[in-house]
């Protein structure tokens, strides 16, 4: 069985058609040789759709919060907009690109995370839809939506849904591609190589701080479930040659 990579494309990535340009052409190429899952986010998107649509949101420890009008908002940008536009430029470059979200093909079922509203946290991934699609040599391209055992939409994030398929599909390699070179150090150095057991600790002392909380907090997760090489890096580096923060058992 070829090896399997699940890439986890920021939504911070969207607003940098360079960045975008270079990673879709990349992947599309990529994808052709190798077993490849794409899990995106969208956060700018659903800002500016929040934004346009007069609906307020807020954050708590780098999660949005997401009631019933903003989860409307969010499922248009990441469903409606994000994946579109992704899948879109993968199969302009010559890749089968299929979009979906997690929710479709009951894929990811969640359990309601209750203090962040219609918030979905993993916890069974039914691996049949997308196994289909990557043994088909389709490429899938999923939105982080996902629903709970009864068919409730909820807000996934997207770093925790890629680090629960990565898990579920026992990928060899999970990539991050954000809109920073790396995990960066109190001086906005970017840090090599971390630990999962000084992860904690950079939390505690706001080192890393928003969005990189569940991020950094998915690649532990998911290295202590088994995926072997976990990297968080800048989505305009090359993802062949990557280079950025690898994070270590
Ligand atoms: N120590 C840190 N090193 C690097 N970035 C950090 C750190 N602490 C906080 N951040 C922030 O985390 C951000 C990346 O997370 P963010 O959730 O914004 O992007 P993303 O996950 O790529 O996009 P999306 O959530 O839309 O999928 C960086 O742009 C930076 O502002
Ligand atoms: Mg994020």
């Known amino acids: 069985m070829k090896s399997l990579t699940v890439v986890k494309f920021g939504g911070s990535l969207i607003r940098n058609p360079q960045a975008q340009a270079k990673f879709l052409k990349e992947l ?3 994808s052709q040789r190798q077993r490849i899952i794409l899990v995106h986010g969208g956060s700018p998107e ?6 346009k649509f007069s609906v307020k949101s807020k954050f708590v420890n780098g999660l949005r919060y997401t009631d019933s009008n903003a ?3 969010v499922e248009l940008a990441l469903s409606g907009k994000v994946n579109r536009i992704i899948t879109t430029g993968l199969i302009k470059n010559g890749a089968s690109a299929v979009g979906i979200s997690g929710k479709d093909g009951k894929s990811v079922i969640c359990k309601q995370v209750k203090e962040l509203g219609l918030v979905g ?3 069974k991934v039914n691996k049949k839809l997308i196994e289909i699609l990557i043994d088909s040599d389709f490429l ?3 939105a982080s939506i996902a629903s709970d055992a009864k068919g409730n939409v909820m807000n996934v994030n997207a770093d ?4 629960a398929i990565a898990v579920a599909f026992k990928a060899g390699k999970l990539i991050f591609l954000t809109d920073v070179h790396g ?3 109190k001086n906005k150095k970017s840090i090599n190589e971390i630990r999962v057991k000084d992860i904690n600790a950079l939390i505690k002392d706001e080192t ?3 969005g990189m909380i569940p991020k950094i907090k998915s690649c532990a997760d998911s290295i202590k479930k088994g995926v072997k090489e976990v990297w968080i890096a800048d989505g305009a580096s090359s993802i062949k040659n990557i280079k950025g923060t690898v994070i270590k058992k």
């Open 71 to 73: 989860l409307d908002v």
């Open 160 to 163: 925790v849904l890629a680090a």
């Open 46 to 51: 659903i800002n500016s759709m929040l934004e």
């Open 208 to 210: 890393i701080t928003g």
């Open 183 to 185: 995990v960066f150090d």
């Open 140 to 142: 899938p391209v999923i």
């Open 28 to 30: 599309a190429v990529i």
């Open 121 to 123: 946290e993993p916890i």
